[in-house]
């Protein structure tokens, strides 16, 4: 009897505590397969990851500076989402090409788009090099001296690793708050080009008011491919490259996906904190989150007013309208995920036990030492943050000192100042001036004031009267005005009224927040060092995963459904029939392409399969990330979670997080009857 509890203990404690969580190292995925493998995954550990052959790390690539995405052919070509892509599709977009509008299809390779500045990175290898990176350090030295000994090391195996060049880039990365260190060595390529993209009332179709939400139907991909010199290694464009050849790339399974079956999201997850303390989560949830809902609803709500009432304002402020929305939407569940979860609450009881266990141990005091150091913290960073979401989203400030910055470059100034004024609305900035204002003024305590901020709100005698008059005599508002600016000018703008608040608000930053912030920053991650060490000491047997950094990661999981509320469960699939249900001309996100409506009328696509669910743990960065089933094919591209799970960055609920990926036959579908470029088929392989 004996024997049988301790077989059935051993059992329970081998199961991770919580399904599907996890952001997993691949280079230890011996840790992981014996799990994923019971999940149903088929393949072996070294189809994964291995660096002595090519597995499907090697069709995986970290796309610009934080987006994933995935090779699926031969000849170099790559999906990755339409919002990863849009930055490029916007830049060869013009009044006569609208790609953003229209789609863009190359329908030969000579059609390809390149774009300045993109870069895809290959993972060659990672592997843990803390003994290497330590080397040299002993007791009794300082942090200090820790610090620089890791720099000089890091550098020698840095140098070391990328000796052959070749497009070869490392660096070492603190994994678990410094208990750890890794090396990656990356090849980067630098001809990238654009391959296609569907119009955006499919790419982005639903928009914001569908962005972070389940049902969905948006086909958030684009299409891009690799270039290489005539020896397959990374260079510059050059229109003698040819496509490159990968050493791996993804199968495309068109079997589809239902309830229950196995997936794995092999990408970049970009940040996320899952080891802090209460008062960590207490200052997110309870004080971060909430205030800087309050000031985007005001901005958004001045936006959409005026978005509303012309059509031209509505084109000049989307794209700004949406990435106010986007964090927005995204706190708002990770605000109430954290309630929900009681997060603090449960984070303060498992420290009350660590404390206990960490009587007498080098560990003794961290809770206390970190719940410290983050009371002297808080009232610094809230006031940071409150400056980042007031001051610093008066866009007649941010052109001031972008211009400032710029005023040596003619040409570089002119090209900024045009951009800007052509989505410049006066009247929303001076709203927002307004409001943002008066937001700083009453919730921020006179001590975390700006003596600048106090003395001009004193003279004028109210918000709006400083904005009446800044606006009027600022040349900051005046297109021509800033184009006839030259070098010499640097001296005018110093006096001009709105740079000089600029100038303010920043000193006073400068001066006053960012020393204390970074000070008491660099304490609590040296405390969190410990902390983290201490968490891993203490619950032995638990397997940790390291907090995301974009690097590359392994997530897994099953398809799924979820209840968003009592009485209201979401299946996992959605459908073209779904798209037609949304569809409606006068809804700017929801008017579909004419001839998405002409598809569906000749009938037979009803069940065209367009998004799905599952429980895979992902986060910002994991867009484009391909997700695998179980035989390692592609069925999907990874673009977004449900926003009721956006706490998995702090804590994950298997009940409710979920990542939303697009079905990759819909991406096939796009091809076939909306770019009719149906030749990029032949050279995809189809599994199945
Ligand atoms: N929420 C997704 C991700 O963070 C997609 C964002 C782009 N789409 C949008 N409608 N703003 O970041
Ligand atoms: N939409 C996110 C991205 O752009 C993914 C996420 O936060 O789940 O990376």
């Not at 006053?512 to 047997?541: C, F, H, K, W």
Request: charged fraction near 25%; charge should be negative; aromatic fraction near 12%.
């Amino acid at each position: 009897m004996k024997k049988i509890l301790i077989a059935l203990l051993a059992v329970l404690l081998a199961v991770p505590a919580q399904a599907d969580e996890g952001m997993w190292l691949p280079v230890l995925i011996n840790q992981r397969i014996k799990d994923m493998r019971a999940k149903g995954f088929k393949l072996k550990a070294e189809d994964v990851y291995s660096v002595n052959k090519a597995c499907l790390k090697d069709a995986v690539v970290l796309f610009g500076s934080g987006c994933t995405g995935e090779l699926v052919s031969g000849e170099g070509l790559l999906f990755t989402n339409h919002h990863c892509g849009y930055g490029q599709i916007q830049r060869h977009s013009s009044v006569e090409h609208d790609y953003l509008k229209d789609g863009f299809w190359a329908m030969s390779r000579d059609q390809e788009l390149p774009n300045k500045g993109l870069t895809v990175s290959f993972l060659e290898y990672m592997e843990e090099v803390t003994d290497a990176v330590l080397k040299g350090y002993g007791e009794g030295m300082t942090e200090r001296q820790r610090d620089s000994v890791i720099k000089v090391n890091s550098q020698a195996l840095v140098a070391d690793a990328v000796k052959e060049g070749k497009g070869l880039r490392a660096n070492v990365e603190a994994l678990f708050y410094g208990n750890q260190y890794f090396l990656f060595v990356f090849r980067t390529f630098k001809d990238v080009r654009l391959v296609g993209a569907p119009p955006s009332s499919i790419g982005k179709f639903g928009g914001d008011t569908d962005n972070w939400m389940w049902p969905r139907h948006t086909g958030d991909f684009s299409i891009f491919r690799i270039y290489a010199d005539k020896d397959n290694n990374p260079a510059d464009y050059s229109p003698e490259n040819v496509p490159y050849h990968p050493k791996k790339f993804f199968k495309i399974s068109t079997k589809g996906v239902k309830e229950g079956d196995f997936t794995f999201v092999y990408g970049c997850p970009g940040s996320t904190k899952e080891y802090v303390t209460s008062d960590e989560v207490e200052y997110t949830g309870s004080v971060s989150d909430p205030k800087k809902i309050d000031l985007r609803t005001k901005r958004l709500d001045i936006m959409k007013k005026y978005m509303g009432q012309s059509q031209a304002v509505r084109i000049q402020y989307s794209s700004k309208a949406a990435n106010v929305s986007n964090a927005w939407k995204k706190w708002q569940g990770e605000e109430k995920g954290i309630r929900r979860m009681k997060t603090v609450e449960k984070k303060k009881e498992y420290q009350e036990r660590f404390k206990e266990w960490a009587k007498g141990t080098r560990y003794d005091g961290l809770v206390e030492k970190l719940e410290t150091l983050y009371q002297k913290r808080n009232p610094y960073f809230l006031a940071y943050e409150y400056y980042n979401e007031t001051v610093r989203s008066i866009e007649l400030l941010q052109i001031a000192s972008t211009v400032m910055m710029i005023i040596k470059n003619k040409e570089a100034k002119d090209a900024v100042a045009e951009q800007f004024f052509k989505d410049y609305y006066q009247p929303i900035d001076e709203e927002i001036f307004v409001a943002m204002l008066k937001a700083f003024d009453s919730e921020m305590s006179d001590e975390f004031k700006p003596q600048y901020f106090k003395e001009k709100l004193k003279s004028y005698g109210s918000v709006e009267a400083w904005q009446k008059d800044i606006y009027a005599k600022s040349l900051f508002t005046d297109k021509e005005r800033v184009l006839a600016l030259t070098k010499d000018d640097a001296e005018a703008i110093k006096n001009d009224p709105a740079y000089q608040m600029y100038d303010a608000f920043y000193k006073w930053y400068f001066n006053t927040l960012r020393p204390v912030i970074n000070d008491v920053n660099s304490q609590i991650r040296l405390a969190y060092r410990d902390y983290m060490q201490g968490q891993m000491d203490y619950e032995p047997q638990k397997q940790f995963y390291p907090d995301a950094n974009l690097t590359l990661r392994i997530a897994y999981g099953n398809v799924k459904g979820y209840s968003p509320a009592d009485g209201v469960y979401y299946s996992p699939v959605s459908t073209l029939k779904g798209i037609i249900e949304k569809d409606n001309p006068n809804i700017f996100d929801y008017n579909i392409p004419q001839a998405l409506r002409d598809i569906y009328a000749e009938g037979g696509h009803d069940d065209q399969p367009v998004c799905f669910l599952a429980t895979n743990h992902t986060t910002g960065g994991n867009s484009g990330s391909p997700i695998i089933n179980a035989d390692g094919n592609l069925i999907g591209i990874n673009f977004d979670r449900v926003w009721e799970g956006t706490m998995s960055d702090i804590v994950y609920d298997p009940s409710v997080c979920r990542n939303i990926s697009l079905d990759i036959r819909y991406l096939l579908f796009n091809i076939e009857h909306i770019g009719h470029a149906e030749y990029l088929f032949n050279e995809m392989v189809f599994a199945d």
